[in-house]
């Protein structure tokens, strides 16, 4: 152990001088781009300072001529220096050059990364010359970086001292990386008289966009370790010590192996104007180790120790999966034999040679037989299927499905006969029953004994006819009432007027034989006798119709649309013999009405009875009725309309007259009768013209919305 322990110490020691020995290579690469950058900007600084004004072409074309030879510059910018008062001359020469939307602009204000216009301010570095001119840069030109908080320190630095100085690392504008400006200001006369004092003349200042990956970029011609990852960080630690840029490098076909380590080295550049320190790191594997066999030897017998290990652990999974899995049969056959005793249909499992499996406790009921008696018998011995009045050969189901290996539904009206000779008439099904290998086993009959459904269908039926004869009993019993109440009604008014006249001439008469001394006695006492008669029949008119009239109003909470459900449902089979058809435009909200229900029915009822009456005569593909609810406010709305010949405008006035009536053997009450009970809740009905075609009787109810809430 010892000896291994030395061993793998000096490998580590020369694991550590290799690493070294590539740090310094790759400090050597980005140390030498910095002076090249450095370099640049100091022959760009000469190519201008020797011509008193800025010479954008020359700068130009150098920009051009550089970029191509060092691949870490990303762009060359020019920064021309606006003063207020020479803004709007700028503004003027831009916008010859680029249009008359050129304004200067801020990036990123108010935390938001987009243009915007820049306010004026003293002074502005504003960009007017970027290379490569590119289309993706245009947005960039009239951008006034004195005015970004991100690069203003720096440029007022690189102003006032008149050196080279580097911004803080930025995200590219097109989001192709990160990059620093390497900046200097320019002067029109020489730097050494910006020195003495006169460097307010600056032209601006040049910018160079350093890209942070190409700067870290290994030469392809160096024979550098691959799995290096070179950062760049700020010399005085201005970022916590977190890196300015990292490239890592990509991961190779050895970064499987695990990591013992990873080796570190910060290696401080010596540029000044571009303070950086390189940060070296490397991942140590355990494939760059030299003791690879041994460790291999190690990893042979752990690796059989662990499959030795792993093979016990899949048997005791194996046992566990396997409990589990008798588990799950047992639950799932246990299912299955609770669902088959609780179903209420007979299940009967037969073998391939026709003899009974298993049979469910309603299969035992059903053929009359206790499970012992039955399990292993052949099956036409416990039961026999056969069709009801069958006419002719038919095969039996159960043969049919040993045959054909398909599913056999039962026919109607089957019959099933146990062994004792009692019928049941049945329904269901015979299925095959599959091996895994998908050869046929047996069969399973599905029986479900139809006795007792029938007879509860036959008395939920006749229930069903009960109720509807009692609900129409009503409707009856309302309907006569209404109609003696409607009679009376009418008969009184009819007869009040002749009484009156026979009264009063009667009274007239008298009144003239007071003056006629030989009138008879007789003729006076008939006539007062008659007066008394015509009064004492106008007394017994009055008291019939009070009587009629005192019917107790029972009113309750119903909903108008349940109303119309009814009344579609009694009237059904007279819209469908005359050949109409009815459209319901019900509401989707309840319409809550206090009213007899009955007596509602009743008025719809009248309506669709007139409906139907009027479109008699119209061709079959014409005879629509439209039955409308809605809430208008604190109204519900009930509308019936019919596709007929409408109601002309004299009959309008007159339609809800007592003996009114259109039809020929009509009594003229049915229209009167619903406008009666439409009064009495508070309702109105009326009755217009459609302008197509065809009448409609509007009845608007107020809604009883407070007695729903509580309800509710």
């Known amino acids: 152990m010892w000896v291994l322990a030395q061993w793998g110490s000096g490998e580590y020691r020369r694991l550590q001088d290799s690493f070294e020995q590539a740090a310094h290579q790759a400090y050597a690469g980005v140390a030498r781009r910095l002076d090249q950058n450095e370099s640049v900007l100091s022959a760009i600084n000469a190519l201008l300072i020797s011509h008193e004004q800025l010479d954008a072409p020359a700068l130009s074309a150098f920009a051009r001529e550089m970029l191509p030879r060092y691949q870490q510059l990303y762009a060359i910018q020019f920064l021309q220096n606006v003063t207020q008062e020479a803004r709007a001359e700028f503004l003027r020469n831009m916008g010859e050059r680029f249009g008359e939307t050129f304004y200067i602009r801020d990036y990123g204000a108010e935390g938001k990364r987009n243009w915007q216009p820049a306010p004026v301010r003293p002074q502005a570095l504003i960009v007017s010359m970027i290379e490569p001119d590119l289309p993706a840069f245009s947005p960039v030109y009239g951008y006034d970086m004195l005015g970004d908080p991100h690069f203003s320190a720096e440029l007022k630095r690189a102003v006032a001292s008149g050196q080279k100085v580097s911004s803080r690392p930025f995200e590219l504008y097109d989001g192709g990386g990160r990059a620093y400006l390497l900046m200097q200001s320019l002067y029109r006369e020489s730097a050494g008289e910006a020195r003495q004092g006169r460097g307010r003349d600056l032209a601006g200042v040049v910018a160079l966009v350093v890209f942070c990956d190409r700067l870290l970029q290994l030469p392809e011609d160096q024979a550098l370790p691959a799995g290096l990852d070179l950062s760049l960080l700020p010399r005085d630690g201005r970022a916590g010590g977190e890196p300015l840029y990292q490239r890592l490098h990509r991961d190779g076909d050895h970064d499987w192996w695990p990591k013992i380590t990873r080796l570190t080295l910060r290696l401080p550049?010596?540029?000044?104007?571009?303070?950086?320190?390189?940060?070296?790191?490397?991942?140590?594997?355990?494939?760059?180790?030299?003791?690879?066999?041994?460790?291999?030897?190690?990893?042979?017998?752990?690796?059989?120790?662990?499959?030795?290990?792993?093979?016990?652990?899949?048997?005791?999974?194996?046992?566990?999966?396997?409990?589990?899995?008798?588990?799950?049969?047992?639950?799932?056959?246990?299912?299955?034999?609770?669902?088959?005793?609780?179903?209420?249909?007979?299940?009967?499992?037969?073998?391939?040679?026709?003899?009974?499996?298993?049979?469910?406790?309603?299969?035992?009921?059903?053929?009359?037989?206790?499970?012992?008696?039955?399990?292993?018998?052949?099956?036409?011995?416990?039961?026999?299927?056969?069709?009801?009045?069958?006419?002719?050969?038919?095969?039996?189901?159960?043969?049919?499905?040993?045959?054909?290996?398909?599913?056999?539904?039962?026919?109607?009206?089957?019959?099933?006969?146990?062994?004792?000779?009692?019928?049941?008439?049945?329904?269901?099904?015979?299925?095959?029953?599959?091996?895994?290998?998908?050869?046929?086993?047996?069969?399973?009959?599905?029986?479900?004994?139809?006795?007792?459904?029938?007879?509860?269908?036959?008395?939920?039926?006749?229930?069903?006819?009960?109720?509807?004869?009692?609900?129409?009993?009503?409707?009856?019993?309302?309907?006569?009432?209404?109609?003696?109440?409607?009679?009376?009604?009418?008969?009184?008014?009819?007869?009040?007027?002749?009484?009156?006249?026979?009264?009063?001439?009667?009274?007239?008469?008298?009144?003239?034989?007071?003056?006629?001394?030989?009138?008879?006695?007789?003729?006076?006492?008939?006539?007062?006798?008659?007066?008394?008669?015509?009064?004492?029949?106008?007394?017994?008119?009055?008291?019939?119709?009070?009587?009629?009239?005192?019917?107790?109003?029972?009113t309750r909470l119903i909903d108008v649309n349940q109303v119309v459900g009814n009344c579609m449902f009694l009237a059904e089979y007279d819209l469908r013999e005359r050949g109409i058809e009815v459209v319901q435009l019900l509401s989707g909200y309840s319409i809550p009405v206090m009213a007899d229900s009955i007596q509602l029915e009743q008025v719809v009822l009248n309506l669709l009875s007139n409906a139907m009456d009027a479109l008699k005569d119209e061709p079959a593909l014409k005879r629509h009725v439209i039955v409308h609810t809605r809430r208008e406010g604190k109204k519900g709305i009930l509308e019936v309309r019919d596709t007929g010949r409408g109601i002309t405008p004299d009959l309008l006035e007159v339609l809800f007259h007592p003996f009114f009536s259109t039809k020929p053997h009509g009594m003229g009450l049915g229209l009167s009768i619903c406008q009666t009970i439409v009064e009495q809740y508070g309702g109105l009905i009326s009755a217009e013209n459609i302008p197509a075609s065809g009448a409609c009787f509007r009845i608007e109810l107020p809604l009883a919305l407070q007695a729903e809430r509580q309800l509710s």
């Not at 179903?343 to 026709?354: A, N, P, S």
């Open 269 to 554: 550049l010596n540029s000044e104007a571009q303070p950086f320190v390189l940060g070296v790191e490397q991942d140590i594997r355990l494939n760059d180790l030299a003791l690879l066999p041994l460790l291999l030897r190690e990893v042979f017998i752990a690796l059989l120790l662990s499959a030795a290990a792993l093979i016990y652990s899949q048997r005791v999974a194996l046992r566990r999966e396997r409990s589990q899995a008798d588990e799950e049969l047992f639950l799932q056959s246990e299912r299955a034999s609770v669902t088959l005793n609780a179903i209420h249909d007979g299940v009967v499992i037969l073998r391939q040679d026709r003899r009974i499996e298993m049979a469910n406790p309603m299969a035992l009921q059903l053929v009359e037989m206790p499970a012992d008696e039955v399990l292993g018998l052949p099956c036409h011995e416990v039961f026999r299927l056969m069709g009801e009045l069958a006419a002719e050969f038919s095969e039996d189901p159960i043969s049919e499905c040993f045959r054909t290996g398909q599913a056999v539904e039962l026919a109607e009206r089957m019959q099933l006969t146990t062994a004792r000779g009692k019928v049941h008439s049945v329904e269901g099904g015979i299925a095959p029953l599959m091996s895994r290998d998908g050869v046929q086993i047996g069969v399973v009959c599905a029986l479900r004994d139809m006795g007792p459904l029938r007879q509860r269908t036959a008395a939920a039926l006749e229930a069903s006819e009960t109720r509807v004869k009692e609900h129409l009993e009503k409707l009856s019993h309302v309907a006569r009432l209404h109609t003696m109440g409607e009679m009376a009604s009418g008969i009184a008014h009819e007869l009040n007027q002749p009484l009156t006249a026979i009264s009063n001439y009667c009274q007239a008469a008298i009144q003239l034989l007071d003056g006629v001394e030989d009138a008879p006695p007789q003729v006076n006492s008939a006539l007062k006798l008659a007066v008394a008669q015509a009064g004492r029949a106008g007394e017994i008119i009055k008291r019939l119709r009070a009587l009629v009239s005192k019917r107790a109003i029972e």
